[in-house]
Antibody, heavy 123, light 113 residues
Framework: DVRLVESGGGLVQPGGSLRLSCAASGFTFSTYWMNWLRQAPGKGLEWVAN????????KYVASVRGRFTISRDNTNNALYLQMHSLRVEDSAVYYCARDVRAVDSPYNCFDPWGQGTLVTVSS | DIVMTQSPDSLAVSLGERATINCKSS????????????FAWYQQRPGQPPKLLIQWASTRESGVPDRFSGSGSGTDFTLTINSLQAEDVAVYYCQQYYSVPLTFGGGTKVEIK
């Protein structure tokens, strides 16, 4: 079974940093683009970033560019999101999601998704 | 950025009746070289992560009941749920994957009348 398990969420003060992790299993991790998405409480879905199979290319939504960094460890089947200069508006459940198909393209939809990890930015 | 606009925001449908959700994109999602619409639908049940229902505007994912169907092309798309079941209560989202940033509609909440 394909499985994605996020961890690392928690409460952080504005301006602080946090590193999220996603443990992947059940598929050949190194052959898929991977994604981080988020959902503020009671709100809709927002794609945050994605990263190429070999980690050499990444794309970001404008609101996090320069503050967040997506990375991956294909040896350990892990995806990461390093978040700096966190703002109240970054508070959300953060989901790790795999591209639905293993093609070398950042333009894809997402399946499956993990259960998410909650990040709360508050003083 | 491509803006995705869903309508309605919510709807209540009787069990066994049809639900129709619309999504409009701010630019065409049809890639002419392969004649595919880079468009997907998701279902998010309460307390759960989203689940991919349909990709390429009309291709149902494996295991998705055939009462779910997607249609449309270019900028206008529709998700139809025929014979609504209790387990279909959820929020439904559309998504474009034609260009980065990948963007979603605001969601449509489907409830039982």
């Amino acid at each position: 079974d394909v499985r994605l398990v996020e961890s690392g969420g928690g409460l952080v003060q504005p301006g602080g940093s946090l590193r999220l992790s996603c443990a992947a299993s059940g598929f050949t991790f190194s052959t898929y683009w991977m994604n981080w998405l988020r959902q503020a409480p009671g709100k809709g879905l927002e794609w945050v970033a994605n990263i190429k199979e070999d980690g050499t290319e990444a794309k970001y939504v404008a609101s996090v560019r320069g503050r967040f960094t997506i990375s991956r460890d294909n040896t350990n089947n892990a995806l990461y999101l390093q978040m700096h200069s966190l703002r109240v508006e970054d508070s959300a459940v953060y989901y790790c999601a795999r591209d639905v198909r293993a093609v070398d393209s950042p333009y894809n939809c997402f399946d499956p998704w993990g259960q998410g990890t909650l990040v709360t930015v508050s003083s | 950025d491509i803006v995705m606009t869903q309508s309605p925001d919510s709807l209540a449908v009787s069990l066994g009746e049809r639900a129709t959700i619309n999504c409009k994109s701010s630019q065409s999602l049809l890639y002419r070289s392969n004649n595919k619409n880079y468009f997907a639908w998701y279902q998010q049940r309460p307390g759960q992560p989203p689940k991919l229902l349909i990709q390429w505007a009309s291709t149902r994912e494996s295991g998705v009941p055939d009462r779910f169907s997607g249609s449309g092309s270019g900028t206008d798309f529709t998700l139809t749920i025929n014979s609504l079941q209790a387990e279909d209560v959820a929020v439904y989202y559309c998504q474009q994957y034609y260009s980065v940033p990948l963007t979603f509609g605001g969601g449509t909440k489907v409830e039982i009348k």
